[in-house]
């Protein structure tokens, strides 16, 4: 980690290590109202990797893009989604997002450029090489970021997402959020080759491996990457190496891993580094505890909001989502 940036910029740090807190936050009480019921379908929490959004996210404009997939939470936060509208689309909520009719893994918030989250693995990426051919035939000066995990990259939509964005030179940043392993498979004993950062070379897409759980390297290394690409480079990708502390969803205890793994991680993750990081430079424990108790009370806050918050009104379920004819819409529906 850098220890020129605290002294330099004290509130940016600050203000990211805050942020990685409402994540994990967030995350943490989603998981809570997933086992009471509250929230309904999966939940997939980012615990342990919120410094790749943060980092990422920090680097981009209000007007830049971010599409995302199915652990989505801490991208949509880290790109500006607001967390009290998230958890109300959680609950399914009017007022949410997509005035709960999404749902964890569909949260989108246009306003703050943040494109959508989405189930199907690597399909994303494709989506993202859309966004980035309509920034350059509009001749504008955004980037579009699209996270992806290490199991996307066997699939087809990432290998023609790369030779598109390459072909047409697009302002596209694929961010490899590489946990290891996906879903319950290790991802290394699935993949051919030597590895995401490499199968990227092989398009002549420039491509970074870092430490995704170092909030300093990400930060740093996405400053220069976005820039470049900014100014014209066209695609590039960063593979960010991570753990993830829980299982793949809520209702998985992954039972799979070997015993202590998860604990042994426990000394490398993010938050207690960036912790033990600003410690070390002059921040006391009781200012981070009082950060810590604040964001708790502000996510405690936005679940009660969404308990208290209404159903969305029948008459609009068929607004805001695609006519593809619906059958007998029953007349109090209309
Ligand atoms: C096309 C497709 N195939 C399979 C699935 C089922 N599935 C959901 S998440 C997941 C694993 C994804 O792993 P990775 O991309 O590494 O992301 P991580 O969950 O580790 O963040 C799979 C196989 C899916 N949603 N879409």
Redesign the pocket.
Known sequence: MNNETLVNEPARVIAMYRKMLVIRAFEEAAGENFFAGNVRGSV?QYIGEESIAVGICENLRDDDYLMS???GHGHSIAKGAHPRAMMLELFGKEGGTSNGKGGSMHIADFSVGMLGAN????DGCTMSVGAAQAIKLLKQDRIIVNF?????IN?GPFMEALNWAKVYELPVLFVC?N?Q???TTT?RLVTAGEGIAKRAESFDVPAVTIDGNDLFEVDGTAARIISEIRNGSGPQLIQAMTY?LRG?FAHDDAGYRPAGEAEAALKNEPVARTETWLLENGLKQDELDRMRAEVDAEIAGYVEDAKQAPWPHPSLAFTDVQDVGAPNVPEAAR
């Open positions: 997939h997939n199915h652990r189930g199907v693995i690597a992806i995990g290490d199991g996307g699939r959020e946990n392993i996906a879903a991802t993830r793949h």
